[in-house]
């Protein structure tokens, strides 16, 4: 274990967290250089935009959204919300959430759109605006690349340190925070092909007033674009609470 023996613990500790930083660097910097292109398109309708903007969490919120700002759910308890109007005319996802006989919870509303949001995803995947499978898992592992090899130099290093009985405690603190980062960076991953990036960016800018004030029809647009923050002050705050839990 002669690799990097020269250096003393402080020396190494240096370069290592510049050497961090240029990792982290790259972990931004590839994604952005080497994502599918995918193809331009127009997206309107609320799955669609709300797959786009946030996968199935998002897809789920939006129509428990529109469905609480309907009238058809009601909240009771806390985090639950209960079908008011069983019979309202709405689309095949909405009619399975009102078709659920127990209080819904988010957890169980994302259960039951799960093969919903799926087909949307797969809608969005051939029209060149999310990346498939395959493509995403190459993407995270290239993401997070720079920051596995710093770790495997840093594990190795550590390992020489504790051989001949030197302080490893901020090594193994920064071989932590490089762990933590590269999971995030992983988990983090963006699906959406540079198309479905440009299309998002371009539906933030055209409804840009939901973020501020939406109205009962734009309640349910809003959250898919921007998420259950937006009804903060509005007459359906409740639902963001109810989310929030």
Do not use: N
């Amino acid at each position: 274990m002669r690799l990097f023996s020269s250096w003393t613990g402080s020396e190494f500790l240096l370069v290592y967290a510049m050497l961090l930083a240029f990792a982290c660097l790259g972990a931004w910097w590839i994604p952005a250089r080497l994502r599918k292109s995918g193809r331009r398109g127009s997206v309107d309708d609320l799955e669609s935009v709300a797959v786009l903007a946030g996968g199935r969490d998002r897809l789920t919120v939006a129509l428990l959204a529109e469905l609480f700002v309907s009238g058809a759910l009601e909240p009771v308890g806390k985090g639950r919300l209960r079908v008011a109007s069983p019979d309202l005319t709405v689309t095949s996802a909405g009619q399975a959430l009102l078709g659920h006989d127990a209080p819904l919870t988010p957890d169980a509303a994302v259960t039951l759109l799960a093969g919903h949001a799926e087909r949307v995803a797969v809608r969005l995947k051939r029209a060149g605006l999310l990346m498939r499978g395959g493509e995403v898992a190459r993407l995270r592992w290239l993401s997070i690349a720079p920051l596995l090899v710093l770790l495997v130099i840093g594990v190795y290093r550590l390992r020489a340190g504790s051989a001949v009985g030197e302080p490893t405690g901020f090594l193994a603190m920064l071989l932590v925070l490089t762990a933590g980062l590269a999971v995030i960076r992983y988990a983090k991953a963006d699906p959406r092909t540079a198309a479905g990036i440009a299309v998002l960016r371009e539906l933030r800018a055209r409804h840009g007033s939901l973020a501020r004030a939406p109205g009962p029809d734009e309640a349910a647009m809003a959250v898919a674009l921007y998420g259950t923050g937006v009804l903060i002050g509005t007459p359906w705050e409740a639902f963001h609470a109810i989310m929030r839990r």
